[in-house]
């Protein structure tokens, strides 16, 4: 693909989907764009500064890695501890790059995937689920949407729908795309969220 294929496409509505958190930040340090996945785990933090919800043991790290980007070094790969929209602490691997325009670095985008918290309390909410939840959380993490769902379940789609709540009810999770991450973070669930064929998003409402 050519880079005026690149120009086509629709790039932006695509990072909006990514199930792993996405974000940029200005030159100024402020968050300036967040995809769902992003607000989903750590809340609607644009115009904050990026290190607000950066665990204070790994400031220094993030600023670091941040002044690298501005200054227009390569592409860092690093683990990060942030603080979730509870107050949890989520460690991320973090990839991210310099941002340009006109060949000026304007700021930094990034992306996080989510690692395995030493979390005892959310591996037994987990371990302890249904086998019928364990089989809705494997479906939501293929993409699947309620009719979809109920379809492989070969039930009603309120049948499904109510699945689906109780998943969210047993797993304390605000939205399927947060069961998912649960999922993801704890290997309960395969990183199967950009399966070709799907049907839906994990992050869809509850309806």
């Not at 993409?143 to 492989?152: E, F, K, V």
């Not at 969210?168 to 973070?185: D, F, N, P, Q």
Request: positive net charge.
């Amino acid at each position: 693909m050519i880079t005026d294929d690149l120009a086509k496409l629709d790039l932006s509505g695509a990072l909006e989907k990514l199930a792993a958190p996405a974000y940029v930040v200005d030159r100024d340090g402020r968050f300036r764009w967040l995809n769902r996945a992003y607000v989903e785990l750590f809340g609607d933090v644009r115009g904050r500064s990026f290190v607000d919800n950066v665990a204070p043991d790994h400031r220094q790290i993030a600023r670091t890695n941040f002044v690298r980007e501005v200054c227009g070094k390569t592409t860092t790969i690093f683990d990060l501890a942030v603080l979730d929209r509870s107050g949890g602490r989520v460690t991320l691997r973090v990839t991210s790059a310099p941002l340009r325009r006109g060949g000026k670095v304007v700021g930094s985008f990034g992306i996080g995937i989510p690692l395995a918290r030493a979390s005892a309390p959310e591996r037994s909410i987990l371990e302890d689920l249904t086998p019928r939840q364990q089989e809705v959380l494997r479906l939501l993490a293929e993409g699947l949407d309620t009719p979809a769902i109920a379809q492989r379940l070969g039930v009603a789609e309120e049948t499904a729908r109510n699945h689906i709540r109780a998943l969210l009810r047993a797993t304390g999770a605000h939205s399927r795309l947060e069961a998912v991450l649960m999922g993801l973070r704890l290997g309960v669930v395969g990183p199967q969220l950009t399966q070709a064929g799907r049907q839906g998003s994990p992050a869809a409402a509850d309806d």
